[in-house]
């Protein structure tokens, strides 16, 4: 099983929603790791999960809350976005951090009304 | 700024020609580098890589050569075939000095168009 499976593939929510994205890898990777993507733009790194800790946070908003239950979970809790906060977020995972090719899901297309 | 440059947008070529993908870094701590190629509605998935210890390497129709004195990387398809047709995004990172640095960084994709 080389997938990363994100969940849901498509999200609209409006400024007060809360909502969750979901990541799951069953490869054995210890790192995992959410990247935002707008159009036209290179994927930009937000957080990096490794052993289950989180060891990199990009300075992102607070708005986005990352969580990593076990080591083939990561989740993404979202809460009062704004709409320039609307991408394209793909979760991915490597054997050991800064070891490796990252491997990508499909990405979860956030629409932030 | 970008550390991570890849200044063609878009290229076109036959099929059975060569596609050359090229990227440009600024960061002479990188050490790895690697492609990845992204169809629509998916994610990226990893091509090939290289160590800045070499300066090439071969897999199967693709070639990635690196010239660390220019800080310049290309990416090599023969024959370029339809299917290669997607996105192709170079990225580096400084793996040795971990941290921040031993992060990826993104080109912003070079969309490759190979017509039958």
């Known amino acids: 099983d080389t997938e990363v499976t994100q969940t849901p593939k498509h999200l609209v929510m409006g400024m007060t929603n809360k909502k969750s994205l979901k990541c799951e890898q069953h490869?054995?990777?210890?790192?995992m790791y959410w990247y935002k993507q707008k159009a036209k733009k290179p994927p930009e790194l937000m957080f990096v999960y490794s052993y289950e800790k989180l060891s990199i946070n990009e300075s992102v908003p607070s708005r986005f809350s990352p969580e990593c239950p076990n080591s083939s979970l990561l989740n993404l809790h979202l809460h009062a976005l704004q709409p320039e906060d609307s991408a394209l977020y793909l979760c991915?995972?490597?054997?050991?951090?800064?070891?490796?090719?990252?491997?990508f899901g499909e990405g979860s297309r956030l629409t932030v009304l | 700024d970008q550390q991570v440059k890849q200044n063609s947008p878009s290229l076109s070529v036959q099929e059975g020609r060569i596609s050359i993908l090229n990227c440009d870094y600024t960061?002479?701590?990188?050490?790895?580098f690697l492609w990845y190629k992204k169809y629509p509605a998916e994610g990226p998935t990893f091509l090939i890589s290289i160590s800045s210890i070499k300066d090439k390497n071969e897999d199967g129709r693709f070639t990635v050569f690196l010239n660390k004195s220019a800080k310049h990387l290309s990416l090599h398809i023969v024959p370029s075939q339809p299917g290669d047709s997607a996105v192709y995004f170079c990225a580096a990172s400084a793996r040795n000095y971990g941290g921040s640095q031993g992060n990826l960084i993104f080109g912003k994709g070079t969309k490759l168009s190979v017509k039958p």
């Open positions: 490869m054995g990777h210890r790192a």
């Open positions: 960061n002479s701590m990188f050490d790895y």
């Open positions: 991915a995972s490597s054997q050991l951090q800064y070891t490796g090719e990252l491997f």
